[in-house]
């Protein structure tokens, strides 16, 4: 079983930044596709970017150029760095870890802007 923690959500003013971590406890952590994920009110779960093991990154063009991916394997932690923020960025947003045939998600972490 693996536990994923999100971290760092929180109400920001639209132009602000804000960094979310995730925390895992898998030990093949640094084997695994990382990725994070969004759900506003209303609408359904969408993907935002993908880090893979080799670190190849991928994004959601809504989100291309204001939001960074990247992991840190020593530490087993995922980050989303997040910068000039939009109140449609406003969302729950979850951390992933899929790794083989197995898939897992956080708990989320709330992210309001503020217009």
């Known amino acids: 079983q693996v536990q994923l923690v999100e971290s760092g959500g929180g109400l920001v003013q639209a132009g602000g930044s804000l960094r979310l971590s995730c925390g895992a406890s898998r030990s093949s952590f640094s084997i695994s596709t990382l990725g994070w994920y969004r759900q506003a009110p209303g609408k359904q779960r969408e993907f935002v970017a993908t880090?893979?093991?080799?670190?190849?990154?991928n994004y959601a063009d809504s989100v291309k150029g204001r939001f960074t991916i990247s992991r840190d394997n020593a530490k087993n932690t995922l980050y989303l760095q997040m910068n000039s923020l939009k109140p449609e960025d406003t969302a729950v947003y979850y951390c992933?870890?899929?790794?083989?045939?197995?898939?897992?998600w956080g708990q989320g972490t709330q992210v309001t802007v503020s217009s």
């Open positions: 880090i893979r093991s080799g670190g190849s990154t």
């Open positions: 992933n870890l899929a790794v083989g045939f197995s898939t897992y």
